[in-house]
């Protein structure tokens, strides 16, 4: 092949894509080689260290303000906890859960059926103390004292024969003796019959469902659902308000930056971008190869 045709034809569309292609392959190691200030003679060489070792800082700032702000919103993380994909098996669940016996439920939360029955015999037992207590509290022996009297003679100012016979005296001697009856009976046998109500309700009570018992209550399922995922939206946005508050992400991601090696993050940046760098190496071949051709003809 003649020499003077590849001289002037090929060889400059040749030596154009090679200058174009290690131009640009130079362009991009340079963004991180070298990784140290080079010094002569004392003076610090232009272009050292590479673009983004010497901007590191820098660019750490600027990624965790553009996560901060554009990437890393409430809204943006509000709106993944809130799509339906997430909240309606969370929702079911719960629902699934009121749908369980309360004892089945309250072993699975205590750990086993063992703790469930002693939880549920703690409260009974919390539970008839307070309710006997509260009756005592209500005085029922006075009342029955002064109630029953005033009954009592009623009917007997109504009566003209018990009138003769019955005086108020007596009356009251009845009714006190009636009261003290009543308060003798509530102090000996009223804690043990309060117990055993008590102990077979919630033992009943055991049997039946949460939402059974909400139901009981007044609130249909379909309201129970709504409640549930109201409250659920609600406690998400609280949550991720609170912890974004607490959370600098723009401090995070800086240090998290700032605290990677050079190396670590040459490796990451190929990682994620290895075949647009490629391209843009081969972009500079190209071009040169373009430019090259263009030559030939000026």
């Known amino acids: 092949m003649n020499w ?33 200030p080079v010094y002569l003679f004392g003076h610090q060489l232009p272009l050292t260290p590479g673009a983004i070792p010497k901007g590191k800082a820098r660019l750490a700032k600027s990624a965790g303000k553009i996560v901060q702000n554009e990437l890393f919103t409430r809204e943006d993380i509000s709106g993944r906890l809130l799509t339906e994909e997430v909240e309606k098996p969370l929702i079911d669940k719960v629902m699934s859960i009121l749908e369980s016996d309360i004892r089945d439920t309250g072993a699975v939360l205590t750990g086993s059926p063992e703790k469930y029955d002693r939880l549920e015999d703690n ?33 007997v100012l109504n009566s003209r024969l018990l009138s003769l016979v019955v005086t108020d005296k007596l009356i009251d ?6 009261s003290e009856k009543m308060e003798e009976f509530i102090d000996t046998r009223g804690p043990e ?11 009943d009570l055991g049997d039946r469902t949460p939402l059974y018992v ?13 409640k549930i995922t109201d409250a659920y939206r609600e406690s998400v946005v609280n949550a991720v308000n609170s912890a974004l508050r607490r959370i600098d992400v723009a401090k995070v991601v800086e240090d998290k930056i700032n605290s990677m090696a050079v190396d670590e993050l040459e490796k990451g940046v190929l990682t994620v971008m290895k075949t647009e760098l490629k391209m843009i190496v081969d972009l500079g ?7 090259g051709s263009i030559n030939i003809f000026i």
């Open 173 to 178: 001697r009845v009714m006190l003796a009636v």
């Open 285 to 291: 071949a190209l071009i040169g190869l373009i430019i």
């Open 4 to 36: 003077e045709i590849i001289s002037t034809y090929l060889l400059p569309p040749l030596v154009g894509a090679v200058i174009g292609y290690f131009t640009n392959y130079i362009a991009v190691k340079m963004l991180f080689r070298p990784r140290r």
């Open 123 to 155: 409260f009974t037992e919390l539970l008839s103390l307070k309710i006997t207590d509260a009756i005592k509290r209500m005085d029922i022996p006075e009342t029955i004292h002064k109630e029953g009297k005033a009954m009592l003679l009623e009917h």
């Open 214 to 226: 909400l139901e009981l209550a007044g609130y249909d399922p379909e309201y129970v659902r709504k």
């Open 193 to 203: 019959m309060v117990s055993e109500i008590t102990t077979s309700r919630i033992h």
